[in-house]
């Protein structure tokens, strides 16, 4: 019997944000693990870039037998399917999905292709709050901060409201 893991990922699309919310539920439960916990969605402004296009966004706890590269690997196929196509590593743009591994049991890993735990998860309120509503306990094993308290020091001021799932 294969070892199971728990992963922690953010999902987020702001085109055609409801089909891809529902395309991605679908995904991650056929190729990467079955989800145990899913945030709240919320409606969220982008971050790092200016458009008129708002995401939605999520967090979900899944349990996964997969490595965290091949892990990454089948993220990166999910995201394709879907008809993301990166452009450039370093420039945020619109795209149908964008999934991350946030943490990834309680192991640091960093290597050029994968940094766990994200390296961004404290700047981004689009990611604490549906965190602080999971794990608000979890500590951050480089800052060891809980979720609530690095919650409490983002200083990020976009916009995160709830959104109903069956609204979608």
Request: charged content about 25%; aromatic content about 8%.
């Amino acid at each position: 019997m294969k070892k199971m893991h728990q992963a922690i990922l953010s999902v987020g699309s702001n085109v055609d944000p409801e089909y891809h919310v529902y395309f991605s539920l679908k995904h991650i439960s056929e190729s990467l693990g079955l989800i145990q916990k899913r945030s709240r969605l919320y409606l969220t402004e982008p971050w790092g870039y200016h458009s008129e296009n708002n995401f939605l966004n999520y967090v979900c706890i899944i349990n996964t037998s997969l490595h965290p590269v091949r892990l990454l690997h089948e993220i990166k196929r999910i995201e394709k399917l879907a008809g993301r196509s990166k452009t450039t590593p370093i420039s945020y743009e619109d795209r149908p999905l964008d999934i991350d591994i946030l943490f990834y049991d309680d192991i640091i890993h960093m290597t050029p292709t994968l940094t766990i735990p994200h390296p961004y998860i404290h700047l981004r309120r689009f990611v604490l709050t549906p965190l602080m509503e999971l794990v608000p306990q979890l500590e951050h094993p480089i800052f060891q901060l809980t979720i609530e308290k690095l919650h409490a020091l983002c200083e990020d001021n976009k916009e995160v409201k709830p959104v109903e799932w069956s609204v979608v």
